[in-house]
């Protein structure tokens, strides 16, 4: 992962893959987000937590 943001007032988690798309998923409580932040394994926690399991749109 190259980067991830969040938008709080719309529930909208962004993260942007090395040399991938970017992906926004909508809906995610921020406390997902805080804990995104500070695991050791984000691609476990990703994997785990945030894909599939929230409305998701591919920005590129």
Known sequence: MAS???DE???TLEIR???L???QYQQVPAR???DFLIVVSK????DGVIKGK???IKIK
């Not at 691609?43 to 990703?46: A, H, I, L, N, V």
């Open 54 to 56: 929230f409305p998701e």
């Open 43 to 46: 691609g476990r926690f990703y």
């Open 21 to 23: 798309a970017t992906l």
């Open 32 to 34: 997902i987000f805080r």
């Open 17 to 19: 893959f090395h040399q």
């Open 9 to 11: 007032s719309s529930c």
């Open 4 to 6: 991830v943001g969040y």
